[in-house]
């Protein structure tokens, strides 16, 4: 101990602690070593001048904070450090060098050695000296100042030894860290603050976050005007009895619980029912082959995402069953729904697929082809009792359902204020652990695991509510929004961890809003659904995440002459016969062997330049399954030695020019 008191003076700390890590991980047993390399990422301790520390993990030595933003939700802003620290892993020895796109001080140390010392302005950075790497692991830690605004950015690169090798950033893949206790209590917090704002805490209890406050708080709930043209009372009286009977992740409560409470969700079931809209939704009529044809539509909108098939016979946990969408829905308006989800629900994870009026009758027939019987009274108003739909009324306004759910009326209920709560002790009222021990409070069901997490956070700066992170929100709602169920996992769909490195994050808003009217891949049977109300948020986080900032750096005007060039470049004329996959606006690909390339009119305003010049470079470092051929050499020379003497680098910027002019690009010389 002595021993390790003496280095910890004379090295930094941040250091320091890689080093204990390391020896703490190689001391574990064997099974518990391998459980380590599961942990993908980058263990990052972030600090400020004042003292105050956070510890989280963040996919690669990435980051981008804006002015007037924080590093983390745990922290202030102004000027700070971020040290990240973890495992690079290698297949084979090798030696490479390292680069990264920087405002703000680096240090970066490999297996102790430290290679790289830079500040910059946002810039990037000189190339390091070359540093032979280990097969297997190898001990990586990068320290960042901020500015001292408290900006900051980096991203960091590597290649391998050799002339002219293209710098590419370091895989996700190759990149663990160790879950040391520490770190373990501080990723406990973020999931209890996520908690907080998913299951809308602050909707009863105010915090007093002002506009910086994390979006979720803004999160809406299902509207009730009009809902009993909608939902049918049998379901809803179940649904409010007990959510978590139903769905095994949701995150209504149970409100009523006791010896009344079947009676108080009858209730209120019947007086949400009698809210109904003059406009009688016309009932769904299938024929004979729509169940067949909404089959093939479920599987190729991939909607076993997020769902269980109707047929499915056992439950799973993550997935939201639609075995009740018969019992659910009022006549006519689950495909209403599917047509427009959102309508009278904003934040509603169910994405828009753009669904044409067939295909909504289509996918309704499959999802109910195989539900719950409807009931006798599934789809009536209790008796139309009147005594019952008033005290229904009552238990609605002062059982704080409208503190989430939009409504004509107002909620009567009060509840303190979130500071006010005593989180870490908390065993009753919402944290409870049976309805009995709630109270007057709602029950929410929550495990052991989450009622710690929410804990944890208590005893963590509750001001975290009021501070939004981009690149924070978008790791969370990429895992939440089951982003990767899809990409990365079916052909055509880009691996999710290069979309904030891919693609411009004005593009990207547009995209995931559903703004975009042509399909990148028209060949493709699935397509992108709309996720509105995220789309911004995610398309900026998504930026930052990846160390980038929100929004694309403007570029000096088009280089028309290069562009005659790139022109060149991609025809079959004296060029690399780019067109003979990739159509250019109008002028379609002339022959399409095994997979089209997208349209490269839509690639100026679609794909970030560094990412672009990386891709032509050599397309399969990016994918290893790509279709798209290597044309330049290891020293980054191209075969077409009469255009720029073969400069690679110059070919590929005369091309980027060229899809910059996007509609306006005229057509390649063919012949």
């Known amino acids: 101990m002595k021993v390790f008191s003496v280095l910890k003076d004379q090295v930094n700390r941040p250091f320091f602690q890689m080093f204990a890590l390391v020896l703490w991980a190689f001391a574990l047993p064997c099974h518990a070593q391998e459980a380590l390399k599961t942990n993908s990422g980058l263990a990052v301790t972030f600090s400020t001048d004042g003292g105050i520390s956070d510890l989280a993990v963040l996919p690669n030595a990435w980051l981008f904070v804006g002015k007037g933003e924080s590093p983390t939700p745990f922290l202030p802003t102004g000027k700070f450090t971020a040290v990240w620290s973890g495992m690079l892993d290698l297949e084979l020895r090798s030696e490479y060098s390292f680069q990264a796109d920087l405002n703000g001080d680096l240090k970066l140390e490999v297996n102790g050695t430290e290679i790289l010392t830079a500040s910059g302005k946002g810039q990037t950075t000189p190339s390091s000296k070359s540093i032979r790497l280990n097969k297997g692991k190898n001990v990586i830690v990068a320290r960042f100042t901020s500015t001292s605004e408290g900006t900051g950015q980096l991203r ?102 006791g010896s009344d409470a079947k009676e108080n969700a009858q209730a209120a079931a019947a007086f ?76 509603i994870r169910m994405p828009n697929f753009k669904l044409s009026d067939d295909e909504a009758t289509q996918l309704a ?112 709602y990429s895992r939440i929004l089951n982003c990767v169920e899809c990409h990365g996992k079916f052909e055509g769909f880009p691996a999710f961890e290069i979309l904030g490195g891919k693609l411009q994050p004005e593009w990207s808003q547009a995209f995931i809003a559903g703004e ?78 095994e997979s089209a390339g997208i349209n490269f009119a839509y690639s100026g305003r679609r794909l970030l330049k560094p990412y672009f010049h990386r891709w032509v470079r050599n397309p399969l470092s990016i994918d290893p399954t790509t279709k798209m051929p290597v044309y330049f050499d290891e020293e980054g020379k191209s075969p077409l030695a009469d255009i720029y003497d073969g400069d690679g680098l110059k070919q590929r910027e005369a091309i980027w020019q060229y899809l910059r002019l996007g509609e306006k690009m005229p057509p390649p010389p063919n012949q």
Not at 206 to 217: D, K, R, Y
Not at 334 to 342: A, M, V, W
Not at 558 to 582: M, N, P, R, W, Y
């Open 156 to 257: 960091l690169y590597w290649a391998p030894k050799g002339p002219n090798t293209m710098m590419t950033p370091l895989p996700n893949s190759a990149l663990t860290y160790a879950a040391t206790p520490e770190l373990t209590r501080s990723l406990q917090a973020y999931r209890g603050r996520e908690l907080v704002a998913e299951f809308r805490c602050a909707r009863c209890h105010e915090t007093g976050a002002g506009a910086s406050a994390i979006p979720e708080l803004q999160m809406d709930a299902p509207n009730f005007d009009g809902i009993g043209s909608r939902r049918n009372e049998a379901w809803m009286a179940s649904w409010i009895a007990n959510p978590a009977a139903h769905r095994t992740v949701a995150r209504m409560p149970q409100i009523f619980h």
């Open 272 to 347: 949400l029912a009698s809210l109904r809209t003059s406009d009688n939704l016309k009932a769904e009529t299938f024929g004979a082959t729509d169940v067949e044809s909404g089959k093939k539509l479920f599987e190729n909108l991939h909607c076993v995402a997020c769902h269980q098939p109707p047929d499915a016979t056992e439950a799973a946990e993550t997935k939201i069953p639609i075995k009740e969408v018969r019992r659910k829905f009022a006549s006519g308006a689950l495909k209403e729904f599917l047509l427009k989800p959102s309508a009278f629900y904003e934040w």
């Open 365 to 476: 027939a499959f999802v109910t082809s195989n539900g719950a019987a409807i009931e006798p009274g599934d789809r009536t108003i209790s008796e139309a009792n009147s005594a019952r739909i008033e005290s229904g009324r009552k238990l609605v306004m002062t059982s704080g359902c409208l503190n989430c759910h939009s409504s004509s009326l107002k909620s009567e209920l009060k509840a303190k204020s979130f500071t006010e709560l005593n989180l870490p002790a908390s065993k009753q009222g919402c944290l409870a652990s049976t309805p009995e021990a709630a109270g007057n409070a709602p029950y929410y069901a929550f495990s052991e695991e989450q009622r710690a997490a929410l804990q944890a956070f208590g005893t963590k700066d509750k001001s975290a509510l009021s501070r939004h992170v981009p690149a924070e929100f978008a790791q969370r």
């Open 516 to 593: 975009i009217k042509y399909k990148p891949r028209p060949w493709l049977e699935a397509r992108m659904p709309a996720f509105a109300k995220y789309a911004t948020i995610m398309a900026e986080g998504l930026a930052e995440l990846n160390g980038y900032p929100p929004k694309t750096a403007e570029e000096p005007p088009i280089d028309q002459e290069a562009a005659k060039v790139g022109q060149k470049l991609i025809s079959a004329v004296g060029g690399f016969s780019c067109i003979s996959c990739h159509s250019v606006g109008d002028f379609g690909a002339t022959q399409v062997f």
